[in-house]
């Protein structure tokens, strides 16, 4: 695919996983699905540029040419195969026609099961045997149709990287699992703590990396609540699932504010709220209230740290020692640095609006001790955060010629333009 798939828009985004799911059940095979996905919309965007007649449904059509295509291979290779056996054989002539694979013999799974399109490829990619890194590289390209390109970018890693991560996936997955199928009820619910996982990672690239998309296909933050609507009127009753909307929700509802006028990134205490989208707030908090009545999972915590983020009044008014118990709570059902680079940037805020004192002065050196651990560490997310939370330490404590120092590596660091244009700005400052 190519950078003329984006003006097919949001068609190509709500297209892409139908085509792939009916070519993968149809084939057999989620590598095949989506190279012809891909041969297949590279067709449409060529005649939809061109003289030829109207496209209709770009799903509908995708598929059919996919499969024709896909049809179209297999007799060449039969026909090939057939060829060299009877040249091996001594024969100027075939002994007879290959057999013709037509879509009645070519049925593959059925996909009239009810499940969203997107659900069931997630489901496919989020398999077990397959690493964290590779379900969430396999799902940006098959449940959101990002090349390779874009996924490199997006998780900032070289495109040979991506590429190289993309392969080793299918491959391990064709390994372990063999035809195409999209797992039954019961598989689905042992693998829905995956699933819910790499849906979160999609929005945490898309909230990093992507501030202020323009185009659907940037749109990361939206496709995973799309998603995630998916999954809640698929298990309504799941305190995970209704969690993870919850701050899929609040997070986009705070994305209006997070540039000023000239596009630069700001940091919270700095955002305009009046900007924030209150419908989302609304929609957020309830998903969040009805996440913590039935339990107290990762994204049940996850969701109320983001509540008590976005309802609080201001940044001074928010409520820091109930977020770093959450964030406390949070540690010990998921302990990822991420979760303690967020409890220490919590501390660090309610240490930095305290009075002036001794004690303040002890905690905040503590607070940086942790941070610099986790900067020079392993996790390249914890480690970025640490290193901001540390810029900003010293931007609030007078050390402004250290600040500078700081800031400026980050911009250096840092894959988003309006993040590196903050940067760069403290950084002269």
Not at 20 to 34: H, M
Not at 220 to 229: F, K, M, P, T, V
Not at 358 to 377: K, P, Q, S
Not at 405 to 425: H, Q, S
Request: charged share 25%; glycine share 8%.
């Amino acid at each position: 695919m190519n950078d003329s798939i984006a003006g097919l828009g949001e068609d190509f985004v709500e297209a892409w996983p139908r085509i792939v799911r009916a070519l993968a059940a149809y084939t057999g095979s989620l590598d095949d699905a989506q190279e012809y996905a891909a041969e297949a919309v590279a067709r449409a965007v060529a005649q939809a540029g061109g003289d030829g007649p109207p496209l209709g449904s770009l799903a509908a059509w995708c598929t059919t040419v996919g499969k024709r295509a896909w049809i179209d291979d297999r007799r060449r290779a039969a026909t090939e195969q057939r060829n060299a056996h009877a040249l091996a054989a001594d024969r100027s002539t075939s002994t007879g026609e290959p057999h013709a694979l037509t879509e009645a013999s070519a049925t593959g799974a059925q996909v009239g099961d009810g499940l969203d399109d997107r659900v069931a490829l997630l489901f496919v990619a989020c398999d077990p045997a397959l690493t964290e890194q590779a379900r969430l590289v396999l799902a940006l390209r098959v449940v959101c149709g990002l090349d390779v390109a874009r996924i490199a970018a997006h998780l900032g890693i070289q495109q040979s990287s991506a590429a190289a991560r993309l392969t080793r996936a299918k491959h391990a997955l064709a390994k372990a699992r063999g035809r195409f199928r999209v797992p039954d009820a019961p598989e689905r619910l042992v693998r829905l703590p995956v699933v819910l996982a790499s849906v979160a990672g999609m929005f945490t690239v898309a909230h990093r990396d992507v501030l202020d998309p323009h185009d659907p296909l940037d749109d990361l933050g939206r496709q995973a609540l799309s998603i995630a609507d998916a999954l809640v009127a698929e298990y309504p009753d799941d305190s995970e699932v209704r969690g993870l909307r919850a701050v899929i929700r609040l997070g986009l509802a705070r994305r209006p504010g997070r540039l000023d006028a000239e596009g630069i990134a700001v940091p919270l205490d700095e955002a305009d709220r009046g900007r924030w989208d209150r419908r989302l707030i609304e929609a957020g908090l309830a998903d969040a209230a009805a996440a913590a009545d039935r339990g107290d999972g990762r994204f049940v915590l996850e969701a109320a740290i983001a509540g008590l983020h976005t309802s609080a009044p201001s940044f001074a008014a928010t409520d820091w020692t109930r977020i770093i118990g959450f964030y406390r709570a949070l540690e010990r059902v998921w302990g990822s640095p991420s979760v303690t680079a967020g409890r220490l940037a919590a501390e660090l805020h309610r240490s930095l609006l305290a009075p002036a004192s001794g004690e303040r002065t002890a905690t905040l050196r503590a607070i940086e001790t942790e941070l610099r651990e986790l900067a020079a560490g392993p996790a390249p997310y914890a480690a970025l955060d640490a290193r901001f939370a540390l810029a900003d330490l010293a931007w609030r404590t007078g050390r402004r010629e250290q600040a500078a120092d700081e800031y400026a590596r980050l911009a250096e660091l840092v894959p988003t333009e309006p993040v590196r244009r903050f940067c760069l700005g403290r950084a002269g400052a």
